[in-house]
């Protein structure tokens, strides 16, 4: 069982910035691959960016258009999204996912494991 808590969410003008981080409760180097999702008020859950076990494949949803950068510490078991040029539409709930998966994937369905989130507001 994997316990993941995320960090980070806050409130930042249009153009700001923000680094979420999200802590898992075991290691997973050796076999997880992690990714970011996020839910905005009346949507459904869609996927944001997703890092392989190694930190060496990574992969970004089209809306993100190079401003967020997804990396992982695999010594202290966290995956960190740096958000850049916030939008007021990337307001959302930003949420953490793992999952014993080859490559990166960006279908919500193939992680097994979730954390609560953390809340991301965007004024403008």
């Known amino acids: 069982q994997v316990q993941l808590v995320e960090y980070g969410g806050g409130l930042v003008p249009a153009g700001g910035s923000l680094r979420l981080s999200c802590v898992a409760s075991?290691?997973?180097?050796?076999?997880?691959?992690m990714a970011w999702f996020r839910q905005a008020a009346g949507k459904e859950r869609e996927f944001v960016a997703a890092?392989?076990?190694?930190?060496?494949?990574?992969g970004y949803a089209d809306f993100v258009e190079g401003r967020f950068t997804i990396s992982r510490d695999i010594i202290q078991n966290t995956v960190y999204l740096q958000m850049d040029s916030l939008k007021p539409e990337d307001t959302a709930v930003y949420s953490c996912?793992?999952?014993?998966?080859?490559?990166?994937?960006?279908?919500?369905?193939?992680?097994?494991?979730w954390g609560q989130g953390t809340r991301v507001t965007v004024s403008s």
């Open positions: 996912a793992a999952g014993v998966l080859i490559g990166v994937h960006d279908r919500l369905r193939t992680y097994d494991y």
């Open positions: 075991v290691s997973t180097s050796s076999r997880y691959t």
């Open positions: 890092i392989n076990w190694s930190g060496d494949s990574t």
